[in-house]
């Protein structure tokens, strides 16, 4: 589907400027949307611009989603405020752990934090308040971490005689390194959380397991898409199967493309409504990013949760209602527009062009990958705001 967007926003709501208060909030992608890697894609500065009111402040509801998730909430929003040349609030900043936030029962569990960045921090700032590191874990038992020959150390653990079980397992985002974490985390599915022994048989269901960010792929400066955390937890789906016979079983996939980050976006485009003086409900969210497996499919997926809250038709499996209970809200969006840009993974004249949705979101529907609107870049898709 390749269709302008060029008068979509405002011949679509009837906006033709913005002295009035609109009633659709934006959602953008960053990574190859508005930077490859640290590099602004031109003309960035100067079009949110339009965006940026005389007092300073965005005229248009606006939140960036990323499935990044190696830093702090307030690190991103000083990152994108130099970027795009205005103040973006943390308020403003969904990463791909956000909406773990939302989910209190998880929090007082015994966790193991597994990615990059500052994890106490990430997990802290979450609500977290029990958590355990690969590098802690390391440290208590010495003679698991086995594949570099010359860190082998054949002392048995754990080392800490109070050293606590292992509730859950919680996956942030790609680790430096991926043969120790992918060897303990496997370690612990089969252990139920205390790997001092492998047990007669092997439990299953395993202990929970909560991950973020599915991208297999991403773009940076590198002419060629890198592995992302998708890739990451693929090796250790098949990993655990090839040891076990058994799928590996995600209590929750959290970050583009679930519901679940969607929803958690749109309160908060409600909540920067509220700051910049928009009282009324925001009616429609135009999804803009690079990605056809995550950002295109989130925000289709959620258009089409949406549409089935609407007409109480109930939802798709993974429902919000099952993961937060009773601190699922009405969600106030009536609709989700997905708009894919051509400046990042997708590029629709290179035959490299590969089918990587997460693999408990398949089969994926037809039309959930097609895009409402195509254009060529993050511009084009607010150039008439004035």
């Known amino acids: 589907m390749r269709i302008l967007l060029r008068p979509?926003?405002?011949?679509?709501?009837?906006?033709?400027n913005l002295s009035s208060k609109p009633k659709f909030g934006l959602l953008f992608d960053i990574d190859g949307v508005i930077v490859?890697?640290?590099?602004?894609?031109?003309?960035?500065?100067?079009?949110?611009?339009?965006?940026?009111?005389?007092?300073g402040k965005f005229r248009v509801p606006t939140v960036f989603v990323t499935n990044s998730g190696n830093a702090l909430r307030s690190q991103k929003a000083a990152d994108l405020s130099k970027w795009i040349g205005f103040e973006v609030s943390e308020s403003q900043v969904v990463l791909a752990h956000s909406p773990l936030r939302m989910f209190h029962k998880l929090h007082d569990k015994q966790v193991l934090i597994s990615g990059q960045g500052p994890l106490r921090e990430i997990a802290?700032?979450?609500?977290?308040?029990?958590?355990?590191?690969?590098?802690?874990?390391?440290?208590?038992?010495?003679?698991?971490?086995?594949?570099?020959?010359?860190?082998?150390?054949?002392?048995?653990?754990?080392?800490?005689?109070?050293?606590?079980?292992?509730e859950g397992i919680m996956l942030f985002s790609e680790p430096i390194s991926w043969?120790?974490?992918?060897?303990?985390?496997?370690?612990?599915?089969?252990?139920?959380?205390?790997?001092?022994?492998?047990?007669?048989?092997?439990?299953?269901?395993?202990?929970?397991?909560?991950?973020?960010?599915?991208?297999?792929?991403?773009?940076?400066?590198?002419?060629?898409p890198r592995y992302g955390h998708g890739a990451f937890l693929l090796c250790l789906e098949q990993l655990y199967k090839k040891v076990t016979g058994k799928e590996l079983i995600y209590n929750a996939l959290i970050g583009k493309p679930s519901e679940i980050t969607y929803y958690h976006a749109n309160h908060m485009l409600m909540e920067h409504a509220k700051s910049i003086g928009i009282e009324h409900n925001i009616d429609t969210i135009y999804a803009i990013g690079d990605n056809i497996n995550t950002d295109i499919f989130g925000a289709n997926l959620y258009d089409k949760y949406l549409s089935s809250y609407e007409s109480e038709?109930?939802?798709?499996?993974?429902?919000?209602?099952?993961?937060?209970?009773?601190d699922m809200k009405e969600p106030s969006a009536k609709a989700c527009i997905s708009i894919l840009v051509k400046t990042g993974v997708h590029q629709r004249e290179s035959q490299f062009i590969v089918e990587h949705s997460p693999r408990d979101f398949l089969p994926v529907e037809d039309g959930l990958c097609k895009p409402a609107f195509i254009v060529e870049h993050v511009v084009k898709s607010f150039s008439t705001l004035n």
């Open 124 to 166: 802290k700032e979450l609500g977290f308040k029990k958590t355990t590191t690969i590098e802690e874990l390391v440290k208590n038992f010495p003679n698991l971490d086995y594949v570099n020959m010359l860190k082998r150390n054949p002392q048995s653990g754990p080392i800490d005689p109070n050293f606590p079980t292992i």
């Open 36 to 55: 490859r890697g640290r590099n602004v894609l031109p003309p960035v500065p100067e079009a949110f611009k339009k965006l940026n009111g005389e007092d």
């Open 179 to 224: 043969e120790t974490p992918l060897q303990l985390i496997v370690d612990l599915l089969m252990t139920n959380g205390m790997p001092t022994a492998l047990p007669d048989t092997i439990p299953y269901p395993h202990i929970p397991v909560w991950a973020c960010n599915m991208d297999l792929l991403w773009v940076s400066e590198s002419p060629i």
């Open 313 to 326: 038709e109930g939802t798709t499996s993974r429902s919000l209602e099952n993961l937060l209970g009773k």
């Open 8 to 16: 979509v926003i405002a011949r679509a709501l009837g906006v033709r």
